[in-house]
């Protein structure tokens, strides 16, 4: 089982990033983002689940979407209207349970940076 994360970058406070996460091996029930800044522990960002039924973190509802291609076995976090306090490492990971506690978490792939300017 592999997670690829894409689509980090720098942005402008108020624009928007869709980060994207390939995944191989097999199609878990659950996929999620999680985000770290730095010298704190990962935190949730979104899940979605087989259905499509979708969960967010407070901070995020409204301006973050998270999305899923079955076909491709790919999940996307839209993140619009983007915060400087947003900026972290984001990173995706599949759970075979709703989860949203990192510990909670099958598979993890590696981070893709967003940095956000003001």
């Known amino acids: 089982v592999q997670l690829q994360a894409s689509g980090g970058g720098l942005v402008q406070a108020g624009g928007s990033l869709r980060l994207s996460c390939a995944v191989s091996?097999?199609?878990?029930?659950?996929m999620n983002w999680f985000r770290q800044f730095p010298g704190k522990e990962r935190e949730f960002v979104a899940g979605?689940?087989?259905?499509?039924?979708?969960y967010y973190r407070d901070s995020v509802k409204g301006r973050f979407t998270v999305s899923r291609d079955l076909a491709k076995n790919t999940v996307y976090l839209q993140m619009d209207s983007l915060k400087s306090e947003d900026a972290a490492d984001y990173y995706c990971?599949?759970?075979?349970?709703?989860?949203?506690?990192?510990?909670?978490?099958?598979?993890w792939g590696k981070g893709t940076q967003v940095t956000v300017s003001s």
């Open positions: 990971a599949a759970s075979s349970q709703y989860m949203t506690s990192p510990s909670g978490m099958n598979y």
């Open positions: 091996g097999r199609t878990f029930a659950y």
């Open positions: 979605i689940g087989l259905s499509g039924g979708t």
